[in-house]
Nanobody
């Protein structure tokens, strides 16, 4: 069974960059046909898919966040990372990483991390 665990700072100052890492166990991020996604949920809002990196390292981004988002990976550590730049209080959310079996025509989630709270505040 694949397990995912998010890690990173819980508090980020406005205008700074947010960096989160997802550590995967029980499976490889280079396994063909899977997409490794970042998703967030802000207070009172639904889930927002932010982007993904696939088994070969190709990245996909939510067009509304693309200008501020970067997803990368470290295959030696079986980890993938989210960087979100120029954060504002509106980026306060619970951030999740997940394994997906497809992105189109709709995202199909297979496994989720437990989520990590990130608060943007001075």
């Amino acid at each position: 069974q694949v397990q995912l665990q998010e890690s990173g700072p819980g508090l980020v100052k406005p205008s700074q960059s947010l960096s989160l890492t997802c550590t995967v166990s029980g499976g490889s991020i280079t396994t063909k046909s899977y997409y490794w996604s970042w998703i967030r949920q802000s207070p009172g809002k639904g889930l927002e898919w932010m982007g993904a990196i696939n088994y070969s390292g190709y990245t996909y981004y939510n067009p509304f966040l693309k200008s501020r988002t970067s997803i990368s990976r470290d295959t030696s550590k079986n980890q993938f990372t989210l960087q979100l730049s120029s954060v504002t209080p509106e980026d306060t959310a619970v951030y999740f990483c997940a394994r997906c079996s497809r992105l189109v025509p709709q995202i199909e989630y297979e496994d989720w991390g437990q989520g990590t709270q990130v608060t943007v505040s001075s």
